[in-house]
């Protein structure tokens, strides 16, 4: 990225807000398991594209404060896809007041 294309740090974190949750998870998982988002498909069970016990308490964090309520492990362990937890942060968005 040259000078010119550079964003200021929070010009990126609002960026990041305003991305759709599917999006900012498939960002997540990619990031924890050193793929490019573009490798993480919408439909596929991320245990087959090395997902783990760790890897999901390691996105226990930042999927719940897109949901905005604590999410437990079981949450996300139930359905390992980011279309799944794309869909249950939308949820829980939607029934926080």
């Not at 998870?25 to 596929?44: F, K, S, W």
């Amino acid at each position: 990225m040259t000078i010119e294309n550079a964003q200021p740090v929070g010009t990126r974190e609002a960026a990041c807000e305003r991305m759709p949750s599917l999006e900012r998870i498939r960002q997540e998982v990619a990031g924890v398991l050193d793929l490019a988002p573009e490798e993480v498909p919408d439909e596929l069970n991320l245990i087959e594209i090395g997902l783990h016990s760790l890897a999901i308490m390691t996105l226990l964090g930042p999927i719940s404060r897109l949901a905005g309520v604590r999410l437990d492990y079981a949450d996300l362990a139930a359905v390992p896809t980011v279309r799944a937890w794309s869909a249950l942060v939308e949820h829980k968005r939607a029934a926080v007041p």
